[in-house]
């Protein structure tokens, strides 16, 4: 029975009910040992009703390896795992050992595990209970926490307990388990002892602070005397360990050893096996007939563990601190040596690692290879403690800096920033005189800053290098501050390089930068061989060589290859990245609510990866989003935010888009002057507060403000600028911007109409169209003014940019026409997720497809579209292909994705 625990089941319980009705969350339990929150969990759990619960617990001697946990709570559910996308599938499948290959990836591991659990929750749902979360191994943590953040159409709750302020990242509510309330608290130790004196009573309960725990096993220690208060209570009262210290030391030295084995070791066999063995050593005489199952059982008598399947569990994690406490060092070595000799793979590992005193190499190795292990299965955060551990071990300095720097990356990619960084300035104090070794690390330190740290720093570590590499890290790090002078003298250093894509990209980029004529034919070649192309990075570097032609429409194109790339392969630690120059690509093309669901999702991805920097260039797109739709507070919070960590990194790149968000948000709201002001200051930013592409690309926006502040001279420089940017561009788009802005700056009607000639993006022709036909209108000729305004007001309102939608209506109507609005496009009842999925059901993707590319599960894809068919009146996927063909709607396409 639980005593004073009201208002923690009353919170809990109101999770579980969500989670039946479609709406899942996580919560936390947080509490200090002895709070009870075992007891909250297992009361939870039973309220459920019809639900499945599904269980793990973190075990302190498991905490090392990978997927512990995550194959105790999946295990009964694995029958499911065809239901599964054949991605998501074959991660969890090798994650759980059913499975022999390499997956690595966490992302998919993670959506896999949300998969698996939407499939167990069928049909009345799931409560998945995750007891001592401290203890939990790294890398089913990631895994479960990847799930809990994304539950929110699911019928799942997932409940975790934690002792301390262990953090439980990304599930917001807590429910803290403090001490019981006073008359709880004497409720409960009248239960157990009957009726005390008050005194006694409010003492017990004042020196224990209420836990629990204390109360029970204190009260049970004491005499009758004590009890009725005609003894002193003993001073001080025993806590934390020492609360079992007393029954640890009446068990019999058999069944301390057996306690002492499954302190380390939870599984049966081992234990009993290594028991009987060390029975059989000179040291230990234990009584005639005694053998580790008779010791077990005297444990369990003792009521301090019990067997649990095939697990060994202590009734509570104190008992096993307690017997640590009394153990010598070199009986706990003794036992994990034998152990050692009865376990195999990851166990063993840590086994013969617990029983090393001073360097080991093949103990080392061991490790290294337990590592291995995790890393192929995408358990990244046990990889780097395995290879943290090995490196501690390694007798030989330089393989010590070695593994040291490889659990820097496997604790990079795992989402751990902090730790990486940490362990890779300790392989560099221990690289000594290897030069080699030292660049290894150096681009390595180069790479970590860049994603989470100060740009500039990144520049100057980076740069330091001659490797060809090294070279490209470098200019993308000051492509990142807008260091144009760092980048032109890099590019000619790459130049010495031998021909290649990677070579003349950079190269090209550092000449073109500098006014070399050869600079442009470099990154002509370079684009010409896109076909070439792997990976997520390359096409990442095709953008660069596009955007710096002037080419933002073969960019765009390339970028979105690069997105495509990076779903299909699983690329862990690129997307986050890759899906910023997609989400911006999006935008450009007018496709904001394809842009706004790409942000969201690479702003979560960011996030559970540690890098901080993109999770500032991801605000600031969504920033320049609320802009364009003229939504000015979210504006304004989403730039803030961006700044708050572009201007300290020294990022120019998000702090520009960040300023050009707030610039084009009077832009957008016709506060022309304001805005002229903010897109001056942006082209004279310098690096660190700005950068040269977002000059370039808000030059177009610079000339209209500056043409409506009546600032002709600021207008035709702005224009002049972007012409020598331009010089190289062969794109139509870029040439339809280049005559819109000679048509607001000479006042040219043929200007105008040459750039809507040549347009291909329709949301930059409907910016043409609503200038032009303005001037139409002012000229007195509304007849041909209506045809431009019309088609200008209609693409605005379908792709959801107000402010210009208004403006194109009030012109259209002073123009004459004062028709209704023009009719929604029947997708602009979708929101952006299901935008997304409509788009890629038109690509004839089925669920399971469209679930791994979008790390959702399929039940959750099937939600939306239950959602999206009602919406559209539509009630098949062939339907909802017909109307996204038809229509043409603004959805990202595969490419996009």
């Known amino acids: 029975m639980l005593y004073g625990r009201s208002a923690e089941i009353r919170a809990l319980d109101e999770v579980i009910v969500r989670a039946r009705a479609g709406s899942g969350a996580g919560v936390v339990l947080r509490g200090e040992a002895g709070a009870g929150k075992t007891a909250l969990l297992d009361?939870?759990?039973?309220?459920?009703?019809?639900?499945?619960?599904?269980?793990?617990?973190?075990?302190?001697?498991?905490?090392?390896?990978?997927?512990?946990?995550?194959?105790?709570?999946?295990?009964?559910?694995?029958g499911s795992l065809d239901a599964l996308p054949e991605p998501q599938r074959d991660a969890v499948s090798t994650a759980l050992g059913l499975a022999a290959g390499s997956v690595g990836d966490r992302f998919l591991l993670g959506a896999g595990v949300l998969s698996l659990l939407a499939e167990a929750a069928a049909p009345d749902g799931l409560i998945c209970v995750v007891d001592d979360f401290q203890w939990v191994d790294r890398a089913s943590a990631d895994a479960l926490l990847f799930a809990a953040r994304?539950?929110?159409?699911?019928?799942?709750?997932?409940?975790f307990a934690v002792r301390g302020d262990v953090p439980v990242k990304g599930v917001p509510l807590t429910v803290d388990v403090g001490g019981l309330p006073e008359s709880a608290a004497a409720e409960l130790l009248e239960s157990r002892h009957g009726v005390l004196p008050a005194h006694v009573a409010r003492e017990l309960v004042t020196l224990t602070h209420a836990n629990p725990l204390a109360l029970g096993e204190i009260a049970a220690r004491l005499t009758p005397a004590q009890l009725a208060g005609r003894e002193p209570l003993p001073e001080p009262l025993p806590g934390g360990a020492r609360l079992f210290g007393d029954r640890v030391a009446a068990l019999s030295a058999p069944a301390r050893l057996v306690a002492l084995v499954a302190t380390?070791?939870?599984?049966?066999?081992?234990?009993?096996?290594?028991?009987?063995?060390?029975?059989?050593?000179?040291?230990?005489?234990?009584?005639?007939?005694?053998?580790?199952?008779?010791?077990?059982?005297?444990?369990?008598?003792?009521?301090?563990?019990?067997?649990?399947?095939?697990?060994?569990?202590?009734?509570h994690p104190l008992i096993r601190s307690a017997i640590h406490e009394v153990a010598a060092p070199a009986d706990v070595r003794r036992v994990h040596a034998v152990l050692a000799e009865l376990t195999s793979d990851d166990r063993r590992a840590w086994h013969l690692a617990g029983a090393a005193l001073g360097h080991d190499e093949q103990v080392a190795a061991a490790l290294v290879a337990a590592a291995e292990r995790a890393r192929d299965r995408g358990g990244y955060g046990a990889a780097a403690t395995a290879l943290a551990r090995a490196a501690e071990l390694t007798p030989e300095p330089r393989a010590r800096a070695v593994r040291l720097k490889d659990a820097a990356v496997a604790a990079w990619l795992g989402g751990r920033p902090g730790q990486a960084e940490s362990l890779l300035a300790e392989a560099r104090e221990?690289?000594?005189?290897?030069?080699?070794?030292?660049?290894?690390?150096?681009?390595?330190r180069g790479r970590f800053e860049l994603n989470s740290g100060n740009a500039a720093e990144a520049v100057r570590i980076l740069a330091a290098g001659d490797s060809l590499g090294m070279l490209a890290d470098a200019v993308e790090a000051a492509s990142f501050v807008g260091d144009t002078t760092t980048i032109v003298e890099l590019g000619r250093r790459a130049a010495a390089h031998p021909e290649g894509f990677l070579r003349d990209t950079v190269a090209g980029i550092g000449l073109t930068l500098d006014g070399d004529a050869a600079g442009p034919v470099l990154l002509r070649r370079a684009l010409a061989r896109t076909g070439e192309l792997e990976d997520a990075a390359g096409y990442l570097w095709a953008t660069a060589a596009a955007s710096s032609l002037g080419e933002w429409d073969l960019a765009?194109?390339?970028?979105?290859?690069?997105?495509?790339?990076?779903?299909?392969?699983?690329?862990?630690?690129?997307?986050?990245?890759?899906?910023?120059?997609?989400?911006?690509?999006?935008?450009?093309?007018?496709?904001?609510?394809?842009?706004?669901?790409?942000?969201?999702?690479?702003?979560?991805?960011?996030?559970?990866?540690?890098?901080?920097?993109?999770?500032?260039?991801?605000?600031?797109?969504?920033?320049?989003?609320?802009a364009l739709r003229g939504e000015e507070e979210p504006c304004k919070?989403?730039?803030?935010?961006?700044?708050?960590?572009?201007?300290?990194?020294?990022?120019?790149?998000?702090?520009?888009?960040?300023?050009?968000?707030?610039?084009?948000?009077?832009?957008?709201?016709?506060?022309?002057?304001?805005?002229?002001?903010?897109?001056?200051?942006?082209?004279?930013?310098?690096?660190?507060?700005?950068?040269?592409?977002?000059?370039?690309?808000?030059?177009?926006?610079?000339?209209?403000?500056?043409?409506?502040?009546?600032d002709e001279a600021g207008a035709r420089a702005a224009l002049e600028a972007h012409e020598r940017w331009s010089a190289h561009a062969a794109t139509a788009e870029s040439r339809a911007v280049l005559a819109r802005c000679r048509g607001l700056v000479e006042s040219s009607e043929d200007a105008f109409g040459e750039a809507l000639r040549l347009h291909t993006n329709p949301f930059e022709a409907a910016r043409t169209a609503l200038l032009l036909g303005e001037r139409l209108r002012r000229a007195q000729r509304p007849g041909e003014a209506r045809a431009h305004l019309r088609m200008a007001w209609e693409t605005f309102e379908r792709a959801g940019a107000r402010p210009w939608a208004?403006?194109?209506?009030?012109?259209?109507?002073?123009?004459?026409?004062?028709?209704?609005?023009?009719?929604?496009?029947?997708l602009d009842a979708l929101t952006p997720q299901e935008l997304r999925i409509a788009g890629l059901v038109a690509d004839g993707l089925s669920s399971k497809q469209i679930a791994a590319r979008l790390f959702l599960s399929p039940r959750t894809v099937e939600y939306h579209l239950y959602k999206i068919y009602p919406k559209l009146g539509i009630g098949s996927r062939t339907e909802l292909a017909r109307l996204v063909v038809l229509q043409k709607a603004p959805v990202a396409d595969d490419d996009m994705l």
């Not at 599904?54 to 001697?61: C, D, F, I, Y």
């Not at 994304?150 to 997932?158: D, K, S």
């Not at 990194?649 to 968000?661: D, F, P």
């Open 43 to 78: 009361a939870a759990a039973a309220r459920g009703g019809a639900m499945r619960v599904l269980r793990t617990s973190g075990v302190e001697s498991e905490s090392d390896l990978a997927f512990a946990a995550l194959h105790q709570v999946l295990w009964p559910v694995t």
């Open 150 to 159: 994304r539950l929110g159409t699911e019928r799942i709750a997932m409940l």
């Open 264 to 315: 380390v070791e939870a599984d049966l066999d081992p234990v009993l096996r290594a028991t009987d063995r060390l029975f059989a050593e000179e040291a230990i005489r234990p009584a005639e007939n005694t053998t580790g199952r008779v010791a077990l059982a005297e444990l369990e008598g003792a009521g301090l563990a019990g067997v649990s399947g095939t697990s060994v569990r202590f009734r």
């Open 430 to 444: 221990r690289a000594g005189g290897d030069a080699t070794l030292a660049m290894e690390i150096a681009q390595l």
């Open 556 to 626: 765009t194109e390339m970028v979105t290859r690069a997105g495509r790339v990076a779903r299909v392969s699983g690329m862990t630690g690129q997307l986050p990245v890759v899906l910023e120059f997609v989400a911006t690509a999006e935008r450009i093309a007018g496709r904001l609510a394809q842009s706004q669901a790409i942000s969201d999702e690479g702003l979560e991805l960011a996030r559970e990866a540690g890098y901080e920097n993109t999770v500032a260039a991801h605000r600031a797109n969504l920033a320049a989003l609320a």
């Open 637 to 710: 919070r989403q730039a803030r935010e961006a700044l708050a960590i572009a201007v300290p990194h020294r990022l120019g790149l998000q702090a520009g888009v960040a300023a050009y968000a707030l610039a084009l948000l009077d832009l957008c709201l016709g506060r022309y002057a304001v805005a002229h002001d903010r897109f001056t200051a942006i082209a004279t930013a310098g690096p660190g507060a700005g950068h040269p592409t977002v000059v370039w690309r808000s030059a177009p926006d610079r000339v209209e403000a500056a043409v409506g502040a009546g």
């Open 806 to 826: 208004r403006r194109a209506q009030d012109e259209l109507r002073v123009a004459g026409e004062s028709g209704q609005a023009p009719p929604a496009a029947v």
